[in-house]
Nanobody, 121 residues
Framework: QVQLVESGGGLVQAGGSLRLSCAAS????????MGWYRQAPGEQRELVAG???????NYADSVKGRFTISRDNAKNTVYLQMNSLTPEDTAVYYC???????????????WGQGTQVTVSS
């Protein structure tokens, strides 16, 4: 019913930048919160940043001042601009969306498939 497709990951040197995108499609009525999480090998998945439909944002302390989350509500797309990357930012990055579906009651959370970000020192 719903797909979240991420793009923009890759390999970058420390100090570099990447921009991740995540587009949601399907029988979507509305999307409340969209966010980015990451999971490094052997670590738990952690919240990186989130943004509401109204534009309110929150960030993990480790990325404040370096990462910026934004969204295009008309395109059901969320972005993550990542600057001043360090090797500690290396992880698989996942987007998610809390949304409602056409013709279906309730709220649901969907996840993307993940995109690898590798920062070399």
């Amino acid at each position: 019913q719903v797909q979240l497709v991420e793009s923009g990951g890759g390999l970058v040197q420390a100090g570099g930048s990447l921009r991740l995108s995540c587009a949601a499609s399907g029988s979507i009525l509305s999307i409340n919160v969209m966010g980015w999480y990451r999971q490094a090998p052997g670590e738990q998945r952690e919240l990186v940043a989130g943004i509401t439909s109204g534009g309110s944002t929150n960030y993990a302390d480790s990325v404040k001042g370096r990462f910026t989350i934004s969204r295009d509500n008309a395109k059901n797309t969320v972005y993550l601009q990542m600057n001043s990357l360090t090797p500690e930012d290396t992880a698989v990055y996942y987007c998610n969306a809390d949304l409602t579906l056409r013709g279906v009651l309730g709220k649901y959370r969907y996840w993307g498939q993940g995109t690898q970000v590798t920062v070399s020192s």
